[in-house]
């Protein structure tokens, strides 16, 4: 799948060696969240388009490549503060994670992505949360999406 990256991205994915950093912009929203929780996985806080993501460590393990099932994301984000468990443990139905390649040096401009998925099961201790996440499974989506029946297609019958 080809990729449309900045010059200034490309470059430094060219180069031998760079100065330039990639940082990860992890987005958790739900309707129950008064406030979605932004981090990003660097030492200090980033604003990017408007958006403060505060600095978290956290981990992204993805997937293999598939072509027959839909892939799953394992996500390892630190359990220093106990917001994150205590959102988790609020909310009743899946969250929505949203991810996205940034460059450090010019954070507004989204490299790759936003990749959005659903987080799909979470289990956490003292130390880390460690969560599943989902993409839309469209491979099980029914085909056509419409039925055919008379209530909904009289002039068919």
């Given at each position: 799948?080809?990729?449309?990256?900045?010059?200034?991205a490309r470059q430094a994915v060219n180069a031998q060696e760079t100065e330039?950093?990639?940082?990860?912009?992890?987005?958790?929203d739900h309707e129950d969240l008064a406030v979605p929780i932004r981090v990003v996985n660097n030492t200090e806080d980033v604003?990017?388009?408007?958006?403060?993501?505060?600095?978290?460590p956290f981990e992204i393990a993805l997937p293999?490549?598939?072509?027959?099932s839909v892939?799953?994301?394992t996500l390892r984000?630190?359990?220093?503060?106990?917001?994150?468990?205590?959102?988790?443990?609020?909310?009743?139905?899946?969250?929505?994670v949203g991810l996205e390649v940034v460059m450090a040096a010019s954070p507004d401009t989204v490299e790759a992505g936003p990749f959005n998925m659903t987080l799909v099961s979470a289990e956490y201790d003292a130390l880390t949360v460690t969560g599943e996440l989902a993409f839309e499974d469209v491979l099980n989506e029914p085909f056509p999406g419409h039925s055919?029946?008379?209530?909904?297609?009289?002039?068919?019958?």
């Open positions: 799948m080809s990729r449309t990256l900045s010059q200034a330039e950093v990639f940082l990860l912009l992890l987005t958790l604003v990017s388009r408007g958006d403060t993501f505060i600095a978290y293999d490549e598939d072509p027959d892939a799953r994301v984000i630190d359990n220093v503060d106990r917001e994150i468990v205590k959102n988790l443990r609020e909310i009743s139905s899946p969250l929505s055919y029946v008379p209530s909904e297609y009289p002039g068919l019958f």
